[in-house]
């Protein structure tokens, strides 16, 4: 039987993985493996060639599908977020670390039994920088790629060890072994913002006051949010993020001068997004209640990023700032959710 091309989409249940899918599904090029812990929905289970509930650690299930399909590439989306990660780090470190690198691993087989490359996209976070003080994030300007990487949580510094395994093996791969040979990975990586879906709403991260925010004060509820109004961090919409995903995928290797890239929209302060929110839901009940241990994460992360390279390179260019996320993505999207819910 001959095998299929196929993209392979873990965490595929998850805030991004049901939009990617849906936007790999229109380009009618590859089988779609979904793969996470939870079954993908119905809607998106019908885009997919398979529905694989399992466990990126399970190293029997990963073996099947080297062995049943001929995957070109992986969108590697599963993980712990920040938050939760530091209720269960060692636990953290084994998703995210151990997990990246089965993935890895998948994808040097796969480029041994098929002899193609097989493009690894990772989706990388805001979370692996750790700027030292407010002084300082206050004093900064647009943070670059290779500045303040000093995370200080288990997710952020699982995030940038990942980056580098991934870089290791696009480029050193056995840089000693006898016979040179390539991993055959070409492994892609973009640094997100905070992320806010009109579909769904994130579990476990530091970014989550914003989407929370917004979806309660849709659904007529209270929000006591954890951070203080003058926080300020980068985000981006869903779309825009699932946009940059397909453009790097798309991108021509020799056009990429790196293989990490900060991507970012805007850096609203949380005291902004509340006043969007109540302008879209008068009715609104947010209230600033921040919990010091969470705020003190937020505090880490930049306020904003420096995306030059990714505008360059591969020509990223969000098409939604916030005045239109929430015009015309969050507002009538998240209104329609909820009057049928
Ligand atoms: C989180 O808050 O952990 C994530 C992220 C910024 O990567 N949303």
Redesign the pocket.
């Known amino acids: 039987m001959s095998r299929k091309q196929a993209v392979l989409v873990t965490g595929a249940s998850g805030e991004v993985g049901n939009g990617l899918i849906h936007r790999l599904a229109k380009l009618h090029q590859y089988d779609i493996l979904a793969l996470d812990l939870r079954d993908v929905d119905d809607e998106t289970g019908a885009k997919c060639h398979a529905r694989l509930v399992g466990d990126i650690l399970d190293s029997r299930l990963l073996e099947r599908l080297v062995s049943e399909f001929e995957i070109h590439a992986i969108f590697h989306l599963a993980a712990l977020?920040?938050?939760r990660s530091e209720f269960t780090p060692e636990t953290a470190h084994e998703v995210n670390v151990t997990g990246t690198m089965n993935l890895l691993k998948l994808a040097v087989e796969q480029s041994r039994s098929h002899g193609g490359r097989v493009t690894f996209l990772f989706p990388s976070?805001?979370?692996v920088y750790g700027v030292p003080s407010l002084t300082e994030k206050a004093a900064a300007r647009p943070v670059l790629e290779h500045e303040f990487t000093e995370p200080t949580t288990m997710?952020g510094c699982n995030?940038l060890y990942c980056e580098h395994l991934g870089r290791y093996y696009a480029r050193h791969y056995r840089q000693l072994a006898a016979e040179t040979t390539k991993s055959g990975v070409d492994f892609r990586s973009l640094r997100?913002?905070?992320?806010i879906s009109a579909f769904t709403v994130?579990h476990?991260?530091?970014?989550?006051y914003a989407p929370e925010m917004i979806h309660a004060a849709a659904k007529g509820e209270a929000y006591a949010c954890f951070v203080r109004e003058d926080s300020r961090i980068p985000f981006m919409a869903m779309p825009d993020a699932i946009d940059a995903l397909m453009a790097l995928m798309a991108a021509p290797a020799d056009a990429l001068s790196a293989n990490v890239y900060n991507v970012t929209a805007y850096s609203p302060t949380a005291g902004e997004l509340a006043t969007l929110t109540r302008a879209a839901f008068p009715d609104a009940a947010i209230r600033f209640a921040p919990d010091l241990r969470r705020q003190g994460i937020v505090d880490s992360?930049p306020a904003e990023l420096d995306d030059t390279r990714a505008r360059r390179d591969w020509g990223f260019k969000p098409s939604y700032d916030l005045k239109r996320t929430f015009d015309e993505y969050l507002v009538p999207n998240i209104r329609a959710r909820y009057r049928k819910a």
């Open positions: 977020l920040s938050t976070s805001i979370a997710y995030k997100f913002p905070g992320l994130p476990g991260g530091t970014s989550d992360w």
